[in-house]
Structures are given as C-alpha cells and as structure tokens.
C-alpha cells in the first residue's frame, strides 16, 4: 500500500517538483504514470523509493513512514522493491547471471537458491543464452531486460519501472509491458513512469497524470491482458488523461 498526503517538494533552485500531492496505491494495482517532462514523475519515483525525501506531507509505502526513516534503514526498505531504472544501472564487470545475483546476495540468499533461482529469471525475459555476457555485449533492450530480471529476483510486493521502454525499440517495448503486466498478474504492485501514450492505450490499466507536480487525472482504462483477455471498461474518459 502507497500512501502519499498533501507532500510537497521544492528543490534547492526554488523547483517546486511536488505539490501538495495525495495519491493512495493499493496492493495488486497496476499504475501508469503520465505527464509531460519536468512535471514531478520521476520525483514522485525518488520519493516512494527514499531517494528523495518529501519538505512536508505524509510518504508511506509497505507500513513504513519514509518521512521519519532513518538513513540507515532505507537499503532494507529498497530490498522490499523491485526498481527498473530508466538509465539500467548495471554493472558492467560482472556478468548478466552476476548483475541478477547481485540482488540475492546482498539479501543473504544461499549461493545453491542463487544458482536455481536466476537461470529461471533468465529464461522469464529472454536471456537465457546470455547469462555469461557483460553488459557492454548486449543491446539496449537486452540490458533493459537484465535491469527487469535483477527487479524480480527477490519476488517483490512492489515493482516500480522509470520509462522501461524509453532506450529500446517499439517491438522490444512490447516485449517488457508483456513481462510487467504477466509480473502484475501474479499479484504484484506495478507502477510504470512513461512517456508512451500508446503503450498505455494499448495496455491500459490505472493512469495518474501529472502537470506541474499535482495530479490533474485520475483514470481507468480497460486492461489488455497478454493472454488475450480484457478486463471491464471501467473509464469512459480514460484518454482523458493521456
């Protein structure tokens, strides 16, 4: 559960990236955000992951208040998550079977689960003839999908991707909303921050859109399964928001 009330935040240059923002996310949703640049989309990111923290306002995510968490506790919060960064933020001397493992070895998990569990990642996304590779060996898309398979890892209750198609193709693009929507089915929270309107028309689901750090939509598309299923039209407006 994500909880965020009346939460501003102004940047040293006097930016006012958030704006008395409340905004609640319950377990199981599937959100995209939307907005132009420079509207408070990532920022809202840097703050449901304690990157950033909040001037004023209530920030809560999984029970925890991020607001009076102490720095110290805030690596532990991050291992609750999965986070598909924008830029990957791979490691590029360790392989891809390495950069997947990281994520389970900074958790404590036995190196016999780590050698069951990643390969079984690998396969999910694709990349199972690319375990022995380095990040500087793959494509774009393919490093995008090492980014997803480290987020999954650990089984997170909450996965959050900043703009996981904005550095690959519009096929491979497909690609990784198939992955994050078959994620959210098994009963993941999935936030997605992107510029791709028609992804979102194409794939529906929850839309928040944000202009000059408030929400100014709060809609519902119909949800396009990858197995061919449609949820209900819950949102005769939905485009509103795109």
Known sequence: ???????????PNGTHAVRNL??????GEFVFIVGPSGAGKSTLLKLL??????DNG?????????????RRQVPYLRRTMGIVFQDFRLIDKMTVFDN???????????ESTIRKRVPLVLRMVGLSDKAKRKPHELSGGEQQRVSLARAIINRPALLIADEPTGNIDPERSVEI???LFNIHQKGTTVIVVTHEHELVRQFGGRVLRIEEGKITADVVLPMHFP?????ADTSAKGDSAL
Request: a positive charge.
């Open 1 to 11: 559960m994500i909880h965020l009330e009346n939460v501003t935040k102004v940047y």
């Open 22 to 27: 409340t905004l609640d996310i319950p377990d």
């Open 49 to 54: 992951i304690r990157e950033e923290v909040a």
């Open 58 to 70: 209530i920030v809560e995510v999984n029970g925890k208040n991020l607001m009076t968490m102490p």
């Open 100 to 110: 997947v493992a990281f994520a389970m070895r900074v958790t404590g998990h036995a």
């Open 177 to 179: 909303m198939k992955m």
């Open 227 to 231: 197995n061919g299923k449609k949820s």
